[in-house]
């Protein structure tokens, strides 16, 4: 009796579970070229350890490098602006024509009244504006931009004895005035 | 005596001596499943050296899940597979004296099992691969053809044309023992 059977399931049946032992020594093979990546792998590994150092090392130096020039650099942005200490002038040398004795007493009278409300003025003014200046920082800075803003100089002439009086300040002109005016007066009288 | 499992976590950690051991334990079998695979036994052993290479190389990725073995065997196919895309160039010339019928009395294949290896060694490269594939470690003819970057079709009929090569190399080592054909 013929039994036939298909040849891959033969095939199968006969290659199935079967093993066959290398003729040579495969293991040398496998453990050289394991070495060899292993190796391999170390490089690379080191190269990327350094290559990270590097960079680490360069941000560092970088970062230091910024700050202290940070450092170095004015804070502000703007010069601050100095206490307006001398935004009125006098001349306390005026030329003063010649004159006779009445002239001159009523004149010397004058200027020492003015001289006097100009000093009284003058420190109350510089006072208030050290206690502005030596507060914080901030209002420096808007004081800085203050001093961009537009001011009106205020020019007093006096053409008896030629003083001139240049101020910001109004109220100095104003009270100048009236005391000219007073001074009038009393010429008027006499 | 340490048990697979540790001896897979010692491979995971490049432990030399446990990869010799592994080596040990499974170079047989996977150097048999590369005779059947490969054209002949230089080719078996440079695909045996490349797939434990391997093996130790991506053992971290393997999880546990299904059999270790079942693992590397199927690392040790795919090296073959490899080897033989990146050297394809075959047309295979059919013979017209082939048979249609593919069976055979079993008596007839009661042969060396180096001869036997050495027929399936002998058809063409394309036809041995999907023999092997689909007959000797269960893929389907779809699975095949993925592998091979071939169609469906080629592949059920390089099975068959394999087939019909192999009875045709028994039947003539039958007739004439010192001599053998792969028929292509």
């Given at each position: 009796m013929e039994h036939k059977k298909d040849i891959g399931t033969l095939f199968e049946e006969k290659l199935q579970n079967k093993t066959v032992k290398p003729k040579t020594n495969l293991w040398e093979k496998i453990d050289a070229s394991l070495a060899q990546r292993e190796k391999k792998r170390k490089k690379t590994y080191w190269s990327w350890a350094i290559g990270i150092g590097v960079l680490i090392l360069s941000g560092i130096i970088f970062s230091s490098i910024i700050s202290e020039n940070n450092n170095k650099r004015p804070k502000q942005l703007y010069p601050l602006a100095t206490p307006i200490q001398n935004n009125f002038k006098i001349d306390k040398k005026p030329s003063i024509p010649k004159v006779d004795s009445t002239d001159k007493e009523r004149t010397t009278t004058a200027i020492d009244t003015t001289s006097k409300n100009l000093e009284n003025l003058d420190k109350t003014t510089i006072n208030t504006l050290d206690k502005k200046f030596s507060k914080s920082k901030e209002i420096r800075a808007e004081k800085d931009f203050d001093s961009f803003r537009k001011k009106t100089v205020y020019r007093y002439y006096n053409s008896e004895d030629s003083t001139t009086i240049e101020t910001t300040n109004k109220a100095l002109i104003d009270s100048l005035i009236t005391f000219d005016k007073s001074n009038i007066k009393v010429d008027s009288t006499n | 005596m340490n048990t697979e499992k540790e001896l897979i976590e010692r491979c995971k950690k490049r432990n030399r001596a446990a990869q010799s051991e592994l080596f040990e334990k499974y170079k047989n079998t996977l150097y048999f499943l590369s005779l059947k695979y490969c054209r002949n036994e230089a080719d078996a052993e440079d695909n045996t050296q490349d797939a434990f290479i391997t093996i130790f190389e991506k053992i971290k990725s393997y999880k546990g899940k299904g059999s270790f073995e079942g693992w590397m065997k199927r690392i040790t196919i795919y090296k073959a597979i490899a080897k033989y895309k990146s050297k394809k160039t075959i047309a295979v010339a059919y013979k017209n004296?082939?048979?249609?019928?593919?069976t055979i009395e079993k008596e007839q294949i009661e042969l060396p099992l180096e001869s036997l290896l050495q027929i399936v060694q002998q058809l063409p490269d394309q036809y041995r691969l999907v023999f092997n594939l689909y007959q000797m470690d269960g893929f389907s003819h779809k699975e095949v053809a993925n592998l091979l970057s071939i169609s469906e079709s080629t592949s059920k009929s390089n099975y068959h044309r394999a087939k019909q090569l192999l009875k045709n190399d028994i039947l003539k080592l039958k007739n004439n023992p010192k001599k053998t054909n792969n028929g292509a």
């Amino acid at each position: 009796m013929e039994h036939k059977k298909d040849i891959g399931t033969l095939f199968e049946e006969k290659l199935q579970n079967k093993t066959v032992k290398p003729k040579t020594n495969l293991w040398e093979k496998i453990d050289a070229s394991l070495a060899q990546r292993e190796k391999k792998r170390k490089k690379t590994y080191w190269s990327w350890a350094i290559g990270i150092g590097v960079l680490i090392l360069s941000g560092i130096i970088f970062s230091s490098i910024i700050s202290e020039n940070n450092n170095k650099r004015p804070k502000q942005l703007y010069p601050l602006a100095t206490p307006i200490q001398n935004n009125f002038k006098i001349d306390k040398k005026p030329s003063i024509p010649k004159v006779d004795s009445t002239d001159k007493e009523r004149t010397t009278t004058a200027i020492d009244t003015t001289s006097k409300n100009l000093e009284n003025l003058d420190k109350t003014t510089i006072n208030t504006l050290d206690k502005k200046f030596s507060k914080s920082k901030e209002i420096r800075a808007e004081k800085d931009f203050d001093s961009f803003r537009k001011k009106t100089v205020y020019r007093y002439y006096n053409s008896e004895d030629s003083t001139t009086i240049e101020t910001t300040n109004k109220a100095l002109i104003d009270s100048l005035i009236t005391f000219d005016k007073s001074n009038i007066k009393v010429d008027s009288t006499n | 005596m340490n048990t697979e499992k540790e001896l897979i976590e010692r491979c995971k950690k490049r432990n030399r001596a446990a990869q010799s051991e592994l080596f040990e334990k499974y170079k047989n079998t996977l150097y048999f499943l590369s005779l059947k695979y490969c054209r002949n036994e230089a080719d078996a052993e440079d695909n045996t050296q490349d797939a434990f290479i391997t093996i130790f190389e991506k053992i971290k990725s393997y999880k546990g899940k299904g059999s270790f073995e079942g693992w590397m065997k199927r690392i040790t196919i795919y090296k073959a597979i490899a080897k033989y895309k990146s050297k394809k160039t075959i047309a295979v010339a059919y013979k017209n004296d082939l048979l249609e019928d593919t069976t055979i009395e079993k008596e007839q294949i009661e042969l060396p099992l180096e001869s036997l290896l050495q027929i399936v060694q002998q058809l063409p490269d394309q036809y041995r691969l999907v023999f092997n594939l689909y007959q000797m470690d269960g893929f389907s003819h779809k699975e095949v053809a993925n592998l091979l970057s071939i169609s469906e079709s080629t592949s059920k009929s390089n099975y068959h044309r394999a087939k019909q090569l192999l009875k045709n190399d028994i039947l003539k080592l039958k007739n004439n023992p010192k001599k053998t054909n792969n028929g292509a």
